[in-house]
């Protein structure tokens, strides 16, 4: 009898063991590596483990021409605080950054012509409307920030010069910040743009009848072909550490060293970078960011790193929908939310 019940006991204590070895098994070859530093293979089992947000999202087709992008394409890059720059997925794959390209226009204006002469237009305000709404041009008169495509087409035409010069500007400081000269932009994209674009060509005429703009439709045409820059995730992630760090390149380059309009970039991207999502997104990743209808986000953890996704698939506000999930597993991991304490 007494027998009986050990052996009864033996069974168990075995049975439940070994279920716990196969649970920790299971866990083992589905867990995220527990090693906090950031490398290519933490990279890419964040990519892996939200690939698939990729099929909640549908990507931009109101230029027809952003329509035909690959839906499937993925990849995440990181410039560590070390200026080191890390990327996995399809980190050769070119895709325009659209509404990314602000951030670089609003530091070329103001460069030029001081913050106060870019604000004396415009607003700091954040938004619960998404990026083409102009209503505040009839409200107010005035856009409500550099973000929106209103006050992002304002920004553009107060840097000076003729014809192309100021969207040159433009592409040379993308150029700089990346350390990459082959950026172009993709002509096929702008001149979809230039063709189906009557909103923004509205917004424009109303700044036009406002007093707000005096230049020509060169100005517009500026603001299409800076959306059309083409980059790559690496790209975005290196112009993330760029306003993450005082406008300092990630080589160390601190020839355009600023902090203040880092501070004011940062600012604008945190409020209003992601549109009416903004304030949700700051509620749950905390850090300044900035998407564009192409598929990119580009984030900025201040004083440390860079980050830049890409996934084409956007979500109804136009933000990637695979892209905000990576950002959002990779800050948790790293503990990045600004509002939270390290
Ligand atoms: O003006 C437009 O509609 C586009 N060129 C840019 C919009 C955009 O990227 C919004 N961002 N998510």
Do not use: W
């Not at 045409?221 to 992630?237: G, P, R």
């Amino acid at each position: 009898m007494q027998k009986s019940l050990f052996i009864k006991l033996f069974v168990l204590f075995v049975s439940v063991n070994m279920s716990c070895f196969s649970l920790n098994a299971q866990k083992k070859s589905t867990a995220i590596s527990t090693d906090n530093k950031i490398t290519e293979k933490v990279l890419q089992e964040v990519l892996d483990q939200n690939k698939h947000f990729a099929s909640q999202g549908k990507v931009a087709d109101y230029i027809p021409e952003l329509g035909k992008m690959n839906a499937d394409a993925i990849a995440f890059s990181v410039v560590d605080t070390n200026g080191k720059v890390i990327s996995v997925g399809d980190t050769d794959k070119k895709f325009t950054m659209q509404s990314i390209s602000k951030i670089i226009a609003l530091m070329v204006a103001v460069q030029e012509n001081g913050e106060e002469a870019v604000f004396k237009n415009m607003g700091y305000f954040g938004s619960d409307k998404p990026f083409n709404h102009f209503g505040s041009l009839e409200i107010t008169g005035k856009p409500l920030n550099p973000m929106m495509n209103a006050g992002a087409i304002l920004t553009v035409s107060m840097i000076e010069g003729d014809g192309e010069t100021a969207f040159q500007k433009v592409l040379k400081m993308v150029r700089f910040i990346t350390k990459n000269n082959n950026i172009n932009y993709n002509e096929t994209v702008y001149l979809s743009e230039k063709e189906t674009g009557h909103r923004n060509r509205g917004m424009f005429y109303i700044m036009k009848n406002s007093g707000l703009i005096n230049g020509t439709e060169d100005q517009l045409d500026n603001y299409f072909k800076q959306c059309s820059i083409e980059v790559t995730a690496e790209d975005l992630a290196k112009i993330g550490y760029f306003f993450a760090n005082e406008c300092v390149r990630f080589d160390g380059d601190a020839i355009y060293k600023n902090t203040d309009l880092s501070k004011l970039i940062q600012s604008q991207m945190m409020v209003a970078g992601m549109y009416e999502f903004s304030g949700e997104y700051a509620r749950r990743i905390g850090l300044p960011s900035k998407s564009g209808v192409g598929g990119g986000i580009t984030v900025s953890v201040p004083g440390k790193m860079g980050i830049g996704v890409f996934s084409a698939p956007l979500d109804s506000h136009g933000n990637s929908v695979a892209g905000y999930q990576m950002i959002l597993n990779f800050s948790k991991r790293f503990g990045l939310n600004i509002f939270a304490p390290k």
